[in-house]
């Protein structure tokens, strides 16, 4: 398959370029004495524990003088490291929106339908996310899931804010620093390819976070302040996801080989 690679030259920019011409209070930890370092970087495993979530994104950048936003729905399984997301594009001119395009998340693997450039409609694009200078962190428009969450075992430098309301609901908010070599050493098998690469790919080696987590651990937000180079330029990229409905079922069904586009994505 002959797919355009996306990367630090070309990844989130050039795909968002290209696609627009309850319960009790959730600081018991921290004022208990609790590590807040150690929390954060343990909610990997609490998440894979929880098992499913709905889940929403948003991932702001700037192009062009403007400033972008580019929004997702789905759902996530965080022990089989699968999910799938409703990514939308505002146009170039910001006054309409591009048709959904239907991304699923695998290990190693980010398959989206409605891609555009030259792609059939009923084709689906497949990425090798070890192969991304991100390592998918931003290249599709959203963080995965799991690699958000991943990417706090690199947590450092972490205190806690306070406790605040999400929803309705109670959580704990914490701030740090993570780092993206040392999470790659940390993380899960199915997520430490992806973030190796991006461990080599962006500007900044470190990554600033706010994370939310209920009274059970779970991760309910974060957002993480990216940094990449592209083309001699510094690009900064906020990236949110937002985790609700736990339990909710969460069906993922890969593409077959035949329907996966094996011609070469016009630029």
């Keep these: 398959m002959v797919v355009q690679r996306y990367g630090r030259r070309g990844g989130a920019w050039a795909v968002a370029a290209a696609l627009m011409a309850g319960g009790c209070?959730?600081?018991?930890?921290a004022e208990a004495?609790?590590?807040?370092?150690?929390?954060v970087r343990g909610v990997a495993e609490v998440l894979a524990r929880a098992g499913t979530s709905k889940t929403s994104t948003s991932m702001e950048m700037a192009a062009g003088g403007t400033r972008v936003t580019i929004?997702?729905?789905?759902?996530?399984?965080?022990?089989?490291?699968?999910?799938?997301l409703q990514v939308v594009l505002p146009d170039a001119a910001g006054a309409g929106e591009h048709r959904p395009i239907t991304?699923?998340?695998a290990p190693g693997a980010l398959y989206m339908k409605n891609r555009g450039a030259g792609v059939p409609a009923d084709k689906w694009v497949r990425v090798d996310t070890t192969t991304l200078d991100d390592g998918n962190l931003i290249t599709g428009g959203a963080t995965d899931p799991a690699a958000a969450a991943e990417l706090l075992r690199g947590a450092q430098r972490v205190t806690y804010v306070g406790e605040v309301d999400l929803a309705g609901a109670k959580v704990s908010h914490y701030r740090g620093v993570a780092d993206i070599a040392v999470a790659a050493r940390a993380a899960s098998p199915q997520v430490r390819g992806a973030l190796a690469a991006a461990a080599k790919g962006f500007a900044k080696d470190t990554?600033?976070?706010?994370?939310?987590?209920?009274?059970?651990g779970r991760l309910r937000k974060v957002r993480h302040q990216f940094t990449f180079a592209n083309q001699?330029?510094?690009?900064a990229v906020a990236s949110t996801t937002l985790l609700y409905g736990f339990g909710t079922p969460v069906d993922v069904r890969l593409p077959h080989r035949k329907d996966i586009?094996?011609?070469?994505?016009?630029?």
């Excluded at 001699?232 to 690009?235: A, H, L, N, S």
């Design 33 to 39: 004495g609790g590590d807040p370092t150690k929390t």
């Design 261 to 267: 586009y094996a011609g070469k994505i016009k630029v």
């Design 103 to 105: 991304e699923l998340l």
């Design 207 to 216: 990554v600033p976070f706010d994370a939310y987590l209920d009274a059970e």
């Design 71 to 84: 929004r997702g729905e789905g759902g996530y399984d965080f022990r089989r490291r699968t999910g799938s």
């Design 25 to 29: 209070s959730g600081s018991v930890d």
């Design 232 to 235: 001699g330029r510094t690009v």
